[in-house]
Structures are given as C-alpha cells and as structure tokens.
C-alpha cells in the first residue's frame, strides 16, 4: 500500500486567492493519487455570510480528496488592521489545533 500524504493550504483571505489555490490543488491531485489536501479558511470581516465551498470539484476522486476546514472568525479590535495582518496572526491558534488534529487522526489510522 502507497503511503498517503496531508497538505494543508492556507490561502490569504479573498476571493482570487481562494480560487487560485483550489486550482493548485486540483492539479496536484490529478498527478498525484496518494495525496489529500485540507484548504483552511480564513474569514474576513467584510464576509457578511460564512463562505461555503461545493465539495465537488468536476471530478468525483477529487472531491474526495480535498476538504475545506472554516476557521473561526476572530475579531480583534485593539488596533486598525488595514491588511488584515492582525486578521491572520490571530487565527495561528486555530491553525495550529487543526492541523494537530489532522495529524493526530492520520496517526491513529497507523496503530
């Protein structure tokens, strides 16, 4: 059995950034059967309704490949944040406990 491999992206919030990483991965799926990717998103302020991504990308093998974690909107008001810097900084905890929780679950899937 080929061993399987975990991405994990995480584009920078917005639209453009979004679709040219699920273009990305698309194509790294299509070369390579033993990965899998997990998109983390990242939520801006603007985004008035929580972004929800059609799990099927044309191709029934991929979409189950690839899955889409939201990550919670974090709203930190201390300080103006015109680049959304702070926006991203925060979410590091988040990322941190799903990609703990990604590994954690991949090695369990080993014992």
Excluded: C
Excluded at 71 to 80: A, Q, T
């Amino acid at each position: 059995m080929a061993k399987a491999y975990e991405l994990v992206f995480i584009p920078i919030p917005g639209a453009s950034h979004l679709s040219s990483t699920l273009e990305i991965a698309k194509l790294l799926l299509q070369r390579d059967e033993r990965l899998s990717i997990t998109v983390l998103i990242i939520q801006r302020p603007s985004d008035h309704k929580r972004l929800v991504f059609d799990q099927s990308l044309g191709e029934p093998t991929l979409s189950k490949r690839i899955r889409f974690v939201n990550l919670p909107y974090v709203e930190d008001f201390s300080k103006p944040d015109p680049f959304g810097i702070l926006l991203i900084e925060n979410q590091k905890p988040n990322v941190k406990e799903v990609v703990t929780k990604l590994f954690l679950s991949e090695a369990n899937l080993w014992f």
